[in-house]
């Protein structure tokens, strides 16, 4: 199957900086990226649609001045966690959706934040 | 979106045969069903995907019931490696996936 990576997969930062979180698709365009976060022992909760060289579209409850999504070409995109505070800590997680019957969805590996 | 219906979770023994079942009774004509599992720690890892057909792959085999309103995912052999959280998803064209609580498989050695 299609790859998707993420960078970093461990982060600690301290509370009040800004960290920044990308999603490759390896061998395919994506023109469509999905950034999901995870609290232990709970489902994955969709933050945000991100869609190339468009502004991302962001699920209810979700702050998009706080996590600023970037989706500059058709592999990558880009997660910003900015002024992070302890409760930020989660599993992030991005996915890309390839182009193949089924549109099928890849995921990353994804990136344990801790703030602090 | 079409939901999805799957048991909380399931045990089998290792190198049997584990059937997972996903009831979605609202299907629409143009939804692909799909399945990922995580492991601890990581990103949902795709697992199969079908539209009408059974579906075999090197990983599994979806059954797909002919009125689409229910599908089962199945692993000929379980191994301890296959224990993890396993969802059902539907999915058209540019939609979103939205994750339920999955079925939890554990593996009896």
Known sequence: GAVVSQHPSRVICKSGTSVKIECRSLDFQATTMFWY??????????????????KATYEQGVEKDKFLINHASLTLSTLTVTSAHPEDSSFYICSARSREPG??????????LTVV | DAKTTQPNS??????????????????????????????????????????????????????????????????????????????????FGNEKLTFGTGTRLTIIP
Not at chain 2, 57 to 67: G, K, P, T, V
């Open chain 2, 10 to 91: 399931m045990e089998s023994n290792e190198e049997e045969p584990v059937h997972l079942p996903c009831n979605h009774s609202t299907i629409s004509g143009t939804d692909y069903i799909h399945w990922y599992r995580q492991l601890p720690s990581q990103g949902p890892e795709y697992v199969i995907h079908g539209l009408t057909s059974n579906v075999n792959n090197r990983m599994a085999s979806l059954a797909i019931a002919e009125d689409r309103k229910s599908s089962t995912l199945i692993l000929h052999r379980a191994t301890l490696r296959d224990a993890a959280v396993y969802y059902c998803i539907l999915n």
């Open chain 1, 37 to 54: 976060r995870q609290f232990p022992k709970q489902s994955l909760m969709l933050m945000a649609t991100s869609n190339e060289g468009s």
């Open chain 1, 103 to 112: 549109n099928t969805i890849y995921f990353g590996e994804g990136s344990w």
